[in-house]
Structures are given as C-alpha cells and as structure tokens.
C-alpha cells in the first residue's frame, strides 16, 4: 500500500512504500537503527510481531501519558533496565517527539556500552527530550541527575530484582503510574528452597513448592503476588494482565499500577499473612509497607 503522497508524476524521486502498519509521522529512521524496518522500508514476519508487540504495550501507555498531560504539560518518564531503549525510543516518537515542552525520558541502565550508544542515537535522531544514564536502579533512586517529580515508571522485563527496585524507586518518588514487565526473580525462589526442610509438612499446601521446578515457578509467580500486594499497601489501584504475544512467552505478565490513595489496611495485612503463612518472613524487608494507621487515618474510605 502507498501512502497519498508516494508515486505522484513528475514528483520528486519515489521514497520506498512503507508498510502499512507503520503510523504517519514515525520515524522511519529510528525504525531502521531498531532492526523493524530493512533500508527499503520493509517489514519482515518477525519485525511485523515486534511492531505489533511495542503497539500493543503502548496502548497501555498512552492513556496514562494524556492522564498525566491533563494535570501538567512536562511529563517525566523512567525506564528502568532500559537495554538498548527500545521502548523508550518508540515511545519518545510516538508520544513525545515535537512537542517543545520540558518532558525528559530517561533510561536507566547499567551496561555502559548501551547507554552510550542509546545517547548517540538519540542526538542522531535529534531527540532532545531524552537522557540515557549509567547507573543500577538502586542507585537512581538517590541520584541528583533525576528530577524530584517523576510521574511514570517502567521496567521491561528488568533483571531478577531490578524490578523490586524500580518498585522501590517509583515509591520513593510517589510516582503515579508504574507499568512492569517483570522478569525471572530467583530472590524469593531461593528463600522458599532453603526453608524447604523445616517448612515441608506444616501443611499439605506445603506440596506446592516441593519439587524443585515447582520452587522455581511458585516462587516467580508468589513474587508478583507479593509485589502487587505491596504496590496497594501503599495507595495503589493494580491491574495485572497479559502481554499478549509478547515473544518471552513466560514473562509477559504485565502489572499497572496507579497512585490513588487507596487504603492501605487490608493489603498490607495480607502481604503479611502471605509471607508468614509461606516461612518468608525474611523477606519482609524487600515487600516493605508503609506506616499503615497514620496512612489509613488519611486515606478516604
Ligand atoms: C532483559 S534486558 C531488557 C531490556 C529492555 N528493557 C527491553 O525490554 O528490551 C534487561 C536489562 O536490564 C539491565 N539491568 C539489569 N539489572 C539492572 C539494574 N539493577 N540496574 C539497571 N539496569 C539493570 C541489563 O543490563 C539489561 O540491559
């Protein structure tokens, strides 16, 4: 298919059809530096999915972006484990690009060789809103290099615990929206392994975590159990759902979370509850909670 302004008579040397599923005013170049697009323009089977995949998170996103824009123009977004800034790039041209106002993308990353080759392609594409830093994400929590205000977080399938600690970052920040794609977490895994020999028996439902696939598989999904509880133990609305298609078929969870101020009560009852009833009491600390009657005595009910 051709675009209205491609193939006209007398017109200017013919650029190459795009693929219909590239939108109007995307930018063709950062598409090609991202392997989506070949040098004429074409998409591949396994580039077409890519595409699809990064849409299909957007529009996720993007509600939450025009919900921020509402209260203020200037908009900071950090994406934690950024990698080579896939998702930061296409959200910058999708969402940001020309805008003029004073929002700032910022990927966080420890792999020096990405965040400098992210900062090229960033001056390269003539994104300005975009700043790449070396740093762990534990580490950003306290740099001077970020803002006060951050209003949205994101971590795409950041490593084992990176993606506590973009938890931890986002609530010391009080940003309102976080969307997490977490990865593999061996952290909670290994504490349900070695509590295995005194916890085994108590109950039947001990039988869950026995075998040692299923310490690994239990403790990966108890893990997002308990981060979800945390998020709402501190004023959180959580939405987990399904990345569809997304190409790591057993890490495609997808857990949104928006600041409202919710009571924080009952779920950090819960998480406390779950961690006990599951001998991960020495977890406590990862899956902190607030300081919950002064929290509730505020908080609407
Ligand atoms: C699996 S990749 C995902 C990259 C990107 N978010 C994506 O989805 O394409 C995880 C990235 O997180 C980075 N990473 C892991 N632990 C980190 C930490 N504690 N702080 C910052 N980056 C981290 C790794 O270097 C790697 O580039």
């Known amino acids: 298919m051709k675009r209205a302004d491609q193939g006209k008579k007398g017109a200017a040397p013919e650029a190459p059809a795009l693929a219909p599923e590239i939108r109007p ?3 063709v170049a ?7 697009l070949t040098r004429d323009g074409k998409l591949n089977q396994d580039s077409r999915r890519k595409l699809k995949q990064v849409y299909h998170l957007y529009q996720f996103i993007e509600p939450l972006l025009r919900e921020i824009q509402q209260d203020h123009a200037d908009i900071s977004l950090v994406d ?8 930061g790039f296409i959200l910058y041209d999708l969402f940001f690009k020309g805008r003029g106002d004073g929002s700032r993308i910022y990927g966080i990353e420890t792999r020096e060789e990405l965040v400098q080759k992210s ?3 960033a001056k390269k594409l003539d994104f300005p809103g975009m700043s790449f830093l070396n740093l762990s994400v534990a580490e950003s929590t306290e740099s001077t290099q970020l803002p006060k205000r951050i209003d949205i977080v994101t971590a795409l399938h950041a490593c084992n615990t990176a993606t506590d600690d973009a938890i931890d970052f986002a609530l010391k920040k009080r940003a309102r929206f976080m969307v997490l794609v977490p990865c593999c977490q061996a952290e909670v895994a290994s504490v349900l392994k070695k509590n295995k020999g005194k916890d085994l028996g108590k109950s039947a439902l001990t039988e869950i975590w026995r075998h040692p696939l299923h310490t690994r598989e239990f403790g990966s999904q108890i893990t ?3 981060r979800c509880l945390q998020l709402e133990a501190h004023g959180y609305q959580v939405n987990v759902t399904e990345l569809v298609g997304w190409e790591h078929s057993m890490k495609n969870e997808l857990i949104i979370a928006s600041y409202k101020n919710l009571p924080r009560k009952r779920p950090s009852e819960r998480l406390q509850e779950v961690l006990v009833t599951l001998g991960l009491e020495e ?3 990862r899956f902190y909670t607030g300081k919950l009657a002064e929290a509730d005595a505020m908080a609407p009910h």
């Open 224 to 226: 997002n159990v308990l």
């Open 119 to 121: 900062t090229e392609l």
């Open 25 to 27: 005013g995307q930018s």
């Open 80 to 87: 934690h484990g950024a990698g080579k800034s896939y998702l």
């Open 30 to 36: 950062l598409l090609q530096e991202l392997h989506i």
């Open 283 to 285: 977890m406590g600390q």
